[in-house]
């Protein structure tokens, strides 16, 4: 199959959430099963053309927004394993300092004029390039009017005659919601297309509805999520609509790439290590605890956390255990950014107990790595988890998750304190289980070493690699396929 990938995000260029490191690793996967995939994505100030090579093509294109015709020029360069990856570059738009917002999280006033420019010149630039995709994956709001576009204005465009459309849901709290007097006519959509199964969603223009009402299928990121979003609690207002084309939901899980996040190999770390040669691990976090300026005890329970600011993930939670464990012999360490209250009450807690937390507020990926590595447990109390990649990623070191029951937290770690196969801690929020009664029980478990040596083995035997989930998405483009033929046929 022609795949092509159109995003906001991807790493190794631009990353803000995990989205990035979907798009930025599935492709692979897709190309070692024979695809052609390529990948497209605006070319933000940020992203350095020399570091990576970019090559500008000889086309110089132009779209409509609105009653305005902007120019965009192509670049290009190669991802590993030579898949294309193409940037749409545009000064207005995209030549920016922030990547959705400004320092504050303030985001840019024009983004919904920005999204609507970077997905139409998406679909000329594929037609420049003479790319013909069977699929074009689109991926959360920036994209969703993508889809609406194929079965809209381009539904006679016989370069897309063949082509379906799949529309990936990574966070639905992120919709893309507008006032639709001004959205419509920028986009360049007819009225007629704004009614209550299209485009229209309670009196706005929802760029998340019109992906999810014209998309051949449409996925999200595990299988617990997929039915959370069906529900009133977890659907942002969307769930009415998901429920309409539940048939055509799909639930796949994240996986991560192995060969990157794996510490017998990864040069971030004091020392390599694994299941067999454990030892080292206490070297890591023995390296740890010096750089946070800790005494270095390997019998102190060290917690980790590597996470965005945010009320969804849970620092109240983390905030309140980190208050109510002081009695016990606990350091925790925490590495994020984002927002301001969140960070300021964390540093006021490192102020009042130096001795017990660290706080790191700029993310750093090596030191992200070597806190994977080095403590014992990593913290990852979200709200909501469409997936989840950091408690996959302290499976692979070792490190054991506690996590709350929701979304890819759930389809991933099973609580130890309940199945001896168990591979971390499991607290249910919305049962009224409590965070701090499940850190005392893995610190329990920590100081039982026959026990701890159990839950980190079967830490280690967990595999959510990305050659599983890969098989998920090519029966779902395959149905897709089907799909769009069928619709072809009845047109």
Known sequence: ????????????????????????????????????????????????????????????????????QESFRIKTCLLDDNIPVYFIENMR??????????????GYGDNRERYIFFSKASIEAVKAIMFRPDIIHCHDWHTGIIPAYLKTTHSNDGFFWKTSSVYTIHNIAYQ?????????????????????????????????KAGLAYADIISTVSPTYAKEIQTVSAGNGMEVVIKTRKEDVYGILNGIDYSYWNPRTDKNLKANYSLNNIENKSVCKKDLQEKCGF??????????????????????????????????????IVLGSGDRAIRDGMLYLKSIYPKKISVLNDYNESLAHQIYAGSDAFLMPSRFEPCGLSQIISLAYGTVPIVNKTGGL???????????????????????????????????TFNNKNLWSKVVANAFASNYSWDNSVLEYENMYNTALNRRIAYTIYK
Request: aromatic share 14%; net charge negative.
């Open 410 to 444: 759930a389809d991933t770690i099973r609580d130890f304190s309940k199945s001896a196969d168990g591979n971390g801690f499991v607290f249910d929020f919305y049962a009224g289980e409590s965070l701090v009664d499940k850190v005392n029980v893995a610190y329990n």
């Open 93 to 106: 738009y995209f030549n920016r300092l922030g990547i959705y917002g400004d320092d504050s999280g303030i």
């Open 1 to 68: 199959m022609n795949i092509l990938m159109i995003s906001s995000e991807c790493v190794p260029y631009v990353k803000v959430g995990g989205l990035a490191d979907v798009v930025g690793t599935l492709p692979k996967y897709l190309k070692k099963q024979g695809h052609d995939v390529r990948i497209i994505i605006p070319k933000y100030r940020s992203i350095d053309g020399v570091k990576y090579n970019l090559e500008t093509l000889p086309y110089r294109l132009k779209v409509r927004v609105g009653k305005e």
């Open 295 to 332: 005494a270095s005890d390997d019998n102190v329970f060290v917690v980790g956390c590597v996470s965005r600011f945010d009320n969804q993930k849970g620092f109240d939670f983390i905030m309140d255990v980190i208050r109510k464990t002081q009695h016990l012999n606990i350091q925790f």
């Open 176 to 208: 893309g919601s507008f006032d639709a007097e001004t959205t419509l006519p920028l986009a360049g959509f007819s009225w007629e297309d704004y009614k209550s199964d299209k485009l229209e969603f309670y009196n706005t223009f929802n760029f998340m």
